[in-house]
């Protein structure tokens, strides 16, 4: 006993200094950095006066009526979604100060977003569609500080303590470091991009012009971003489909009793620990033409001509999809694998005591018992689908081949992550467009995760 | 378990201090640069005339890097290293982001900073490269790795079609005539096209400036911002023309993507086609592989649009950029390094050993003498074709802001053409419409 007391202080001293020496080895290797962190750091708190001013300045020359409307918008959208989600139906008094707190807080809250559009779409001369959206928007700024202040109300009306932390002081200091890291590389940078949608800019040029939602109205008209628009769901549709269809069967097939199965299933999931960029080459290689691709090379030998695969719109589509499917089939299969081991074994015995054939079997049984796969799978399958391509697009179509005369129509295998990424790198491009297009890219794909939780996962069974 | 905290944050609070302060006395100038690949030569030659220029000066520290290997990319990383104030002190841009440069503010204009005795010996250097970077009557930056693109054709194919295998094809109507005779033998040559070019509008930037026509307005965007693209001109229509003849007709034929001038030639060394038009900076590497494939290589000039198309070629390459943000100290030390790079000495062994041209007529005449263009006649093709370049607005070559988009709809106007056969002039008009937004949009940032 004494013997285990002194091993266990004996490692846990050696855990802290190991742990203290990891640490400063960090410090002292990272000083400068940090210090240019630190630096930093101060330089934006020394700007905050300024900020604070010019902010001041803003409402100060306001005219009156884009300071009343969205405060007004605020305080009735706060008041009314307050009443709906947090009122207190049997203390009347309660409801009503809740309501008022509410609206209150709405009326503030929307100010966020409305002050970061300088409240430009409430100008006089905004067309409609602006101001239109502007509405929208301060309405959904006004939930912003009302969600955490929610929480707090039914707090205070659930009675006893249990389950909350005893001593916040301490809660906070724990999260600090996660808040701050999450603060300073997430939350900032999105907040400037967002800031930077609002602008005209065109990287490295360090001029700036606000423009409102100018960015935002010339996506609507762009006919080349309604084409990548277009795209993108194709593909994505595409590679989800495809994907997972053959990844259950390819998956059903190596989970048979053969020999060397795991070489097999090795081999199958292999293509997964490629990059996109790899994939890309790899079907350079065999897709490209004037000859010199594998692909082109045979057919020419045995027909005497190729498809334009790279140049023809269709054709350049499905190799894309082709090239995206094959690189995420390993990972797909990796999961069906895994899943259709967890697959007990009695059930499907038992149903094919009862007569079920091997189809009955698959559909009645497997299917069900692998839907939380399969929702998983689906959810990361579209998220690669919309940003994963990007490697394969840019080794083998640059976007292209182009729709109409000089691409007037966009490019066939212009998605929205490839034309994102090449209006904000490419020197001299619009920036701000490109920011625009990056906001409009999280809030497609952010609603469509939440669309999958809220529809599909009701469908998916967890077992009991 | 506090002790030990408490020593380790007190020997913490020590090394804040023990750190030594920056050494004050030499000057540190540092220089980024593409050539740092793996098996890449050139840096190794870039870093020994470094070396060559410490050994001279040895208050000066040069710290050659290359942090990426690409243009686009050292582009993008020293700019945005710019915008926090850290930027390298020499950075090299590729020719198409010369107004990009001058507009972003971040880089001296050479001419502020070199002594007159420096700016004096930019006599002996080619006129048409210095033009290429002087914008507004001033040169911005000094230039330094020259390419332009040359006609290689396959010898063998040329015998075997009927052709005179040492008479390469001058013009595009040329081109025609050697086309129709080798698509005739197509079967038994075993190739796909006649020709492959690699889609990209450097070629025909190099054509408008053949034909002595500018490519956008305000003297090539040289005497003020360009506001408007010259693609509908009758240059540009009888370019794309040509484009259209050649598809139609099955004569030509491309890898697919856009801008890859290797898997150009690869298809040309891998005989499946008969011509093609690539970069003088492949050129060593062509000739290497034409031994090993099996067949005699022809170079040849740059095809002409007509025959009285002779007003030269424009500069390709990149130029070397001095950052505002270097102390005064440091951008002389910078002028001092760049003018010792690109001296006649220098010169000589650049192009010796990365098969980039010559940019110093001095240099060129000492290569001559030493009968380094008779051991490589195929050098001196192209450097005659550059040296015959006038230097006048149309061959100094547009410098445009957003070039690379101004650029890409070109080659998407080009691919339309070639691809889905869109009439040229539609396919121009289009593209005019589409560079002239994508300029105004530029101004109004620039301008306001």
Known sequence: MDSELRFERFWTRAGAVIAAALIGYFVVSELSGLLRLLEWLGQGIATLPSALSVLLAHYASLPLSALILPVCIGGVV????????????????????????????????????????????????????????????TSVSALILLLPIWTLMRRRRSEGTSGYFRRPLLAYGLLAPTLLSLGLFLYFPAAQMVALSLNLRRFPLPQERFVCLGNYSALTVDPIYQTSLLTTVFITVAVVLISLALSLGIAV?????????????????????????????????????????????????????????????????????????????????????????NVPKDLLEAAQIDGATAIQRF???????????????????????????????????????????????GGATNVLIYKLYEDGFSPGSPLGLAAAQAVVLFVVVAGLTFLQFQFVERRVTYGE | MSRILRIIVLLLTLSLFVLPAAAQEPVTISFVHIFGGENDTRGAVVQGIADAFMAENPNVIVEVSSPSLDYTELFNNSLLAAEQGNSPTIVQIEEGLTQLAADSGYFTPIA???????????????????????????????????????LYYNKDMFTAAGLDPEVAPQTFDDILAACAAIDAVKTELEITSCMNIPMTAWLVEQWMAMQNAELVNNGNGRTERTTEVYFESPEMVEIAEWYALMASSGYLTYSGTPNDLNAEGTTFLGKQTAITINSTAGLTLIQRFSTLQGFELGVAR??????????????GGASLWVSSSATPEQAQAASDFLFFLTNTANDQVWHQNSGYFPIRASSIDALTEAGWFETNPNFAIAIDQLRESVGNIA??????????????????????????????????????QRADAVLADYNAVVGG
Not at chain 1, 108 to 114: H, R
């Open chain 1, 78 to 137: 706060g008041g009314i979604s307050t009443a709906l989600v947090a009122g207190d139906a049997r203390h009347a008094a309660a409801h009503r100060r809740n309501i008022v707190i509410g609206a209150g807080m709405g009326a503030l809250s929307g100010q966020i977003l409305t002050a970061a559009l300088r409240h430009c779409t409430y100008a006089l001369e905004a067309p409609l569609g602006e101001t239109v959206a502007g509405v929208i928007l």
């Open chain 2, 112 to 150: 502020q900073i070199a002594s007159a005795e420096q700016l004096a010996s930019l006599d002996d250097m080619l006129d048409v490269v210095v033009a290429y970077y002087t914008i507004g009557g001033e040169l911005y930056s000094v230039p330094w790795n020259a390419s332009n693109p040359v």
């Open chain 2, 395 to 432: 061959n100094a070559g547009a410098v445009v802001g957003p070039s690379t988009e101004v650029r890409g709809i070109l080659v998407e106007a080009l691919q339309s053409i070639v691809d889905s056969g869109t009439a040229p002039a539609e396919a121009l008009a289009v593209a005019k």
């Open chain 2, 302 to 315: 740059m095809p002409l649009p007509d025959a009285d198309a002779t007003n030269g070629v424009t500069m």
């Open chain 1, 363 to 409: 559909a009645r049984i497997t299917f069900p018992l692998l839907s939380p796969y399969t929702f998983f799978l689906l959810i990361t399958n579209v998220t690669y689908a919309f940003y994963g391509v990007y490697g394969a697009i840019d080794t083998l179509t640059q976007g292209g081949p182009p729709i109409g005369a000089a691409g007037q129509f």
């Open chain 1, 253 to 341: 097939l190596a989970s048979q009793k053969i020999r060397y199965a795991v070489v097999y299933r090795v081999i199958l999931i292999s293509p997964f620990a490629l990059s996109p960029i790899v994939t890309g080459v790899l079907f350079l290689a065999l897709f490209r033409e004037g000859g010199t691709g594998i692909l082109s090379f045979l057919a020419l030998q045995i027909f005497g001509s190729a498809p334009s695969w790279l140049r023809d719109p269709t054709l350049a589509r499905w190799v894309i999809i082709g090239a995206s499917v094959w690189n995420i089939l390993g990972f797909n299969i990796l999961f069906y694998i895994a899943g259709l081991q």
